[in-house]
């Protein structure tokens, strides 16, 4: 009673939240195993798609979007099951009831959405490489993981959002996608401009790589600001 | 008394009432959406000459221009091309400034503006495409091209499809209007971003189509009563199909009155069959209804 009349910082109230998902996440694993697995299996599909007709092709130029194809897939699954838990034993509701920030619920959810992604990520995209796109030179992968790590953020951060809106919905699965994948539309042209870029290099590939990043990371910023904003209608209905 | 079971709840719901003042604009404004979209219509087809350095193989001789009858046909669709364009989104700021409404003050009908604004841009949507896919197929040459402008707009159709499957979705009308409301928002938010992506990165695969020179005085007349005939009949369907939901939920929440209503008639009177009717009240307190005595 003590500490409800102190009320938790926000911070704290953040890590808590945060704390009980990464807590619940690794002692199953159920998600990330899910993520990794579906990520190889997009590259398989890949790989078999296009080993048919490219077998001496130069995929370079297409590898960029290719990559992004994959993380938004992989993001995708990894966003509809995030709030399976939160549904099935009302965990959500208890959430609510709790005297919390709403702001620090989606910081917290947000987060947890993003080191899964980056988790799957820092697995499936040197796999990538390695079956696709061995071509990549090192000085080029810290440029690539930085875009990776622009264009996740702002992917974790409207597919939270998103996936509260369709968590109370009928056919959940299906309408995240619908409105998932018009609503990043701008980061993923960014990012996988930026990509492209980075692979394939070039004599002023800086300057399309830099103004992708820099889009990319205003939209996030932007959009992260609206989301947050919008939050509290979202979930308190 | 009549309304107890209602009070209980913290606010009765109001009737959601139908016919303010815009519909006695209604009769005026068809007339002139017929006037102005014919007259456009009229003037951009038989008046107005074509682009300058239109190319020519047939030969027409049209505002003392001589053209060919592909080019000719396919530039007039210019006229309502753009006008549609734009009435689509003068409706999708409607709908985004509905939304906002609907999610500060909580009123259903706010919502239901939003709906019907976000209904009748998606007809305007489909009329751009329909448009500009036969612009591209006389002009360029192709079905579809990634160009920036399409794909966005494309995006956008995608979006606004999105929020009626989002609609069709959720059952409670609060929880339905909220959640609409912020996908409206974001939207919003999200589609001039998208078009300045597009723009600004250079994509060496599809060049930005750019339009040069300017338009003559004659041009942009047909333009404007095109534009004008179509913001009216933006505004007509908007409003009749308004008055059509509005009715639709007003019927519809008289009958749940109807029904709350009998319900207590026959919970709070429990013996209201041989209670004399004459001068008792429909659905009296229950205590002080003489309980099975008789």
Not at chain 1, 196 to 225: H, K, N, P, R
Request: aromatic share 10%.
């Amino acid at each position: 009673m003590a500490r409800r009349s102190k009320g938790l910082s926000a911070v704290r109230q953040y890590r808590l939240l945060l704390g009980k998902d990464l807590r619940q996440e690794f002692r199953t694993l159920d998600l990330l195993s899910s993520m990794l697995i579906y990520a190889v299996l997009v590259i398989i599909v890949y790989g078999a798609s296009l080993a048919t007709g490219a077998a001496d092709a130069d995929i370079a130029p297409l590898s960029g979007g290719l990559l992004w194809a994959l993380i938004v897939f992989t993001s995708l699954l990894g966003l509809n099951r995030s709030f399976a838990h939160e549904r099935e034993q009302g965990a959500l509701e208890g959430i609510l009831l709790a005297p919390l920030d709403r702001g620090a619920v989606y910081l917290a959810k947000a987060t947890s959405n993003l080191l899964f992604m980056l988790v799957t990520e820092v697995i499936a995209v040197p796999l990538y490489f390695f079956f696709m796109a061995s071509g990549v030179t090192a000085s080029t992968v810290g440029w690539l993981a930085l875009v990776l790590l622009v264009g996740t953020v702002g992917m974790a951060g409207i597919g939270t959002m998103l996936a509260t809106i369709t968590a109370h919905t009928r056919g959940r699965d299906v309408l995240l996608a619908v409105l998932f994948i018009p609503l990043i539309f701008p980061l993923l042209y960014a990012c996988a401009s930026a990509t492209t870029a980075a692979i394939v290099g070039g004599a002023f590939w800086m300057d399309t790589y830099s103004l992708g990043l820099m889009l990319a990371g205003a939209y996030d910023a932007i959009m992260l600001a609206v989301c947050w904003w919008l939050y509290d209608f979202v979930i308190g209905a | 008394m009549r309304w107890a079971l209602s009070d209980s709840n913290s606010k009765r719901r109001r009737l959601p009432e139908s016919g303010q003042w815009p519909d006695k604009l209604m009769v005026p404004a068809i007339i002139a959406a017929a006037v102005f979209s014919t007259a456009g219509f009229l003037d951009a087809m038989l008046r107005v000459g074509p682009v300058n350095g239109a190319s020519v193989n047939g030969f027409a001789l049209i505002g003392g221009q001589v053209v060919d009858h592909v080019q000719l046909l396919s530039q007039k669709i210019f006229y309502f091309h753009m006008p549609v364009a734009i009435v689509s989104f003068v409706l999708l700021v409607f709908a985004a400034y509905y939304c906002v409404r609907y999610l500060v003050s909580r009123e259903l009908r706010f919502d239901t503006c939003a709906q019907v604004a976000m209904e009748v841009s998606l007809l305007f949507v489909i009329l751009t495409m329909v448009t500009g896919d036969l612009w591209t197929r006389f002009e360029w040459g192709v079905w579809w091209t990634w160009d920036p402008r399409l794909t966005t707009y494309l995006i956008l159709m995608l979006i606004i499809i999105a929020y009626f499957i989002l609609r069709n979705a959720v059952d409670e009308p609060e929880r339905r209007a909220t959640y609409c409301s912020v996908i409206g928002v974001i939207a919003f938010v999200d589609v001039p971003i998208c078009f300045m992506i597009t723009r600004l990165i250079p994509s060496s695969l599809h060049p930005v189509v750019t339009r040069q020179g300017g338009m003559t005085g004659d041009m942009a007349a047909a333009l404007a009563l095109c534009l004008i005939g179509m913001l009216l009949v933006g505004f007509v369907l908007y409003r009749a199909r308004f008055a059509q939901v509005r009715v639709d939920q007003r019927v519809q929440a008289l009958k749940d009155e109807l029904a709350l209503f009998e319900e207590e008639g026959r919970a709070g009177a429990g013996s209201a069959d041989v209670w004399p009717f004459s001068d008792a009240p429909l659905a009296a307190e229950p205590h002080t209804q003489p309980s099975g005595e008789d």
